[in-house]
Structure formats: structure tokens, C-alpha cells
Nanobody, 119 residues
């Protein structure tokens, strides 16, 4: 089993910044892609950003140019630096990891962390 634990959510003002962290632990041989999704009230869960084991990155259109995803493999950790926050960034942010244990590859999700952008 693998656990993903997110941290760093909270309240920020428009134009401000927050940094999310996610640490994976458990039965891990290798972590392929890691990423962040968000669930905004009334909308479908959407991809925010993803990063491969080669550090190739992909961003959802709403956050491109404002958010930065990075990872530290030695610590099985992925970060999401969120800058120039907007009201529309409010939601629950979920960490995901594509984990290999032996010959099995499984997608895992964290429990989510709330981000609220408000004045």
C-alpha cells in the first residue's frame, strides 16, 4: 500500500501565493508521473499540473504561467507552487502518483487539501 499526504493548503488573497506539498510513502519501487488535480464546486475534477520521472511537465490551461510543479524523487515528494492566485483557483487539490511496486503500477490519490482564495 501507498499513502499520499498533502499539506500547504489554506487561505490566500487574490494575487497571493501558496505552496502545496505531497509526500508518498509505503511500498514504492519507483514513482512515474506525479500530479495535482483540483475539484472546484459545481465542476468536474480537472488536471492542474503533472510531472514525469524525466521532469517533463504539463499544465492545465487555467494555471499555465502561474503555477509551477516540481518533484524531489529522493523524498518521493511533489510540490505545487501557486502564484498570482485567482478566485477561480478555490477548490480541493488532490495529489496523485503513478507508483510501481514490483511489476504492478497503480494510481494513488491523496485525501485532498483545501485552497481558498478570498479577500
Amino acid at each position: 500500500q501507498v499513502q499520499l499526504v498533502e499539506s500547504g493548503g489554506g487561505l490566500a488573497q487574490p494575487g497571493g501565493s501558496l505552496r502545496l506539498s505531497c509526500v508518498a510513502s509505503g511500498d514504492i519501487d519507483n514513482i512515474n508521473a506525479m500530479g495535482w488535480y483540483r475539484q472546484v464546486p459545481g465542476k468536474r475534477r480537472e488536471l492542474v499540473a503533472a510531472i514525469t520521472f524525466l521532469n517533463n511537465t504539463h499544465y492545465g490551461t487555467p494555471v499555465s504561467g502561474r503555477f509551477i510543479i516540481s518533484r524531489v524523487d529522493a523524498k518521493s515528494t511533489v510540490f505545487l507552487q501557486m502564484n498570482k492566485l485567482e478566485f477561480g483557483d478555490t477548490g480541493v487539490y488532490y495529489c496523485t502518483a503513478d507508483v510501481q511496486s514490483g511489476l504492478v503500477i497503480t494510481d494513488y490519490w491523496g485525501q485532498g487539501t483545501q485552497v481558498t482564495v478570498s479577500t
